[in-house]
């Protein structure tokens, strides 16, 4: 049986994290259904300071309607090599990191934050604050699910 990525939620506009870090909204395109793995991605990291770490956090609706929401850690990615990945490739494409998390144990978090919504809300931090004027872009961020091929529409 072959597996296939299918995207649930994704940000098709570039992000920018900044010194304190980003509000990215996610649009929600399907349901999570039955998944083996769940993925963060996130496409063509670019900008000049190679010394951060990206926290991914989840931002989870509030349980009461008073209550602030919550945050789930995803994962962290460090962006060594950032600086000489930003370089645009020989073919005229922009360069950049990709970045890959496996966030399979936060699936049941992810599937209700997912439950009934139009967007999901993650934060994405520098593990410390950018010095001034540094900005690193994200192009593409989206969360997939594994399943099997069978199993898709």
Same mark, same amino acid.
């Given at each position: 049986?072959?597996?296939?990525?299918?995207?649930?939620?994704?940000?098709? /506009?570039?992000?920018?994290?900044? &010194?304190?870090?980003?509000?990215?909204?996610?649009?929600? $395109?399907?349901? *999570?259904? !039955?998944?083996?793995? !769940?993925?963060?991605?996130?496409?063509?990291?670019?900008? %000049?300071?190679?010394?951060?770490?990206?926290? *991914?956090? =989840?931002?989870?609706?509030?349980?009461?309607?008073?209550?602030?929401?919550? /945050?789930?850690?995803?994962?962290?990615?460090?962006?060594?090599? =950032?600086? %000489?990945?930003?370089?645009?490739?020989?073919?005229? $494409?922009?360069?950049? =990191?990709?970045? $890959?998390?496996?966030?399979?144990?936060?699936?049941? $978090?992810?599937?209700?934050?997912?439950?009934?919504?139009?967007?999901?809300?993650? &934060?994405?931090?520098?593990?410390?604050?950018?010095?001034?004027?540094? /900005?690193? !872009?994200?192009?593409?961020?989206?969360?997939?699910?594994?399943?099997?091929?069978?199993?898709?529409?």
């Amino acid at each position: 049986m072959s597996q296939s990525l299918i995207v649930i939620a994704a940000r098709d /506009e570039l992000t920018y994290v900044r &010194s304190a870090g980003v509000e990215a909204v996610l649009q929600v $395109q399907g349901a *999570v259904g !039955t998944a083996r793995r !769940t993925y963060l991605v996130m496409e063509n990291i670019r900008g %000049s300071f190679d010394a951060t770490v990206l926290r *991914v956090f =989840l931002k989870a609706p509030a349980p009461d309607a008073g209550s602030p929401p919550s /945050e789930v850690h995803l994962g962290s990615h460090a962006l060594y090599g =950032l600086r %000489s990945a930003s370089v645009p490739r020989a073919d005229g $494409q922009p360069g950049g =990191l990709q970045c $890959q998390l496996d966030v399979t144990p936060q699936s049941a $978090q992810i599937a209700a934050a997912l439950a009934g919504q139009a967007q999901l809300r993650l &934060s994405i931090l520098p593990h410390q604050q950018l010095p001034d004027g540094v /900005e690193i !872009t994200i192009d593409r961020i989206r969360i997939s699910v594994e399943a099997d091929a069978a199993n898709t529409p």
